[in-house]
Antibody, heavy 118, light 108 residues
Framework: EVQLVETGGGLIQPGGSLRLSCAASGFTVSRNYMSWVRQAPGKGLEWVSVIYSDGSTNYADSVKGRFTISRDSPKNTLYLQMNSLRVEDTAVYYC????????????WGQGTLVTVSS | SYVLTQPPSVSVAPGKTARITCGGNNIGSKSVHWYQQKPGQAPVLVIYNDSDRPSGIPERFSASNSGNTATLTISRVEAGDEADYYCQVWDSSSDHVVFGGGTKLTAL
């Protein structure tokens, strides 16, 4: 059974850093297209970042240069390192498994809340 | 950057058919995916590749994509279908995933 479990969210001051983790089971993270998607309170879904099976990455303009996506193959875990956090980064962050054929997301984690506030 | 436009809300009587649109420039040339999100829950994929249903999704959910509009159709709407629905594409020119703004479906 495919499962994704995010951890690492919490309250952080503006300018601070946080690392989110997404532990996967039932499939191999490094063989899949994996993304982070966030949702600000009461708002819609916003794509954040992707890591492809070949290790290449891409980012939304809103986080480029501040966030870094990575993975640990032995731990079968996806990460999102978030630096220089802003109030507008406040959101529930979901990790999602994608299809590199159609670029859809067939499995999602339950999400972890990041609150950036002084 | 590529933009997807959805109506903020759609209302339909139970048992009737709901249609949720997703507009984008020449969206018919892209693969469109649809997600259902209920309050406090993660999104669930209900349609991928324009019109394919993942296993476990009822046949009442169907979709089409042509020209500048993709449409999600939910037949015989039930109270349990009340949720936010999002369309999504991959924009090859920027290698970015794009979501529509979401549509709140209400069963009157």
């Amino acid at each position: 059974e495919v499962q994704l479990v995010e951890t690492g969210g919490g309250l952080i001051q503006p300018g601070g850093s946080l690392r989110l983790s997404c532990a996967a089971s039932g499939f191999t993270v490094s063989r899949n297209y994996m993304s982070w998607v966030r949702q600000a309170p009461g708002k819609g879904l916003e794509w954040v970042s992707v890591i492809y099976s070949d290790g290449s990455t891409n980012y939304a303009d809103s986080v480029k240069g501040r966030f870094t996506i990575s993975r640990d193959s032995p731990k079968n875990t996806l990460y999102l390192q978030m630096n220089s956090l802003r109030v507008e980064d406040t959101a529930v962050y979901y990790c999602a498994r994608g299809s590199s054929t159609w670029y859809d997301f067939d499995y999602w984690g339950q999400g972890t809340l990041v609150t950036v506030s002084s | 950057s590529y933009v997807l436009t959805q109506p903020p809300s759609v209302s339909v009587a139970p048992g009737k058919t709901a249609r949720i649109t997703c507009g984008g420039n020449n969206i018919g040339s892209k693969s469109v995916h649809w997600y259902q999100q209920k309050p406090g829950q993660a999104p669930v994929l209900v349609i991928y590749n324009d019109s394919d249903r993942p296993s476990g999704i009822p046949e009442r959910f169907s979709a089409s994509n042509s020209g500048n509009t993709a449409t999600l159709t939910i037949s015989r709407v039930e109270a349990g279908d009340e949720a936010d629905y999002y369309c999504q594409v991959w924009d090859s020119s920027s290698d970015h995933v794009v979501f529509g703004g979401g549509t709140k479906l209400t069963a009157l």
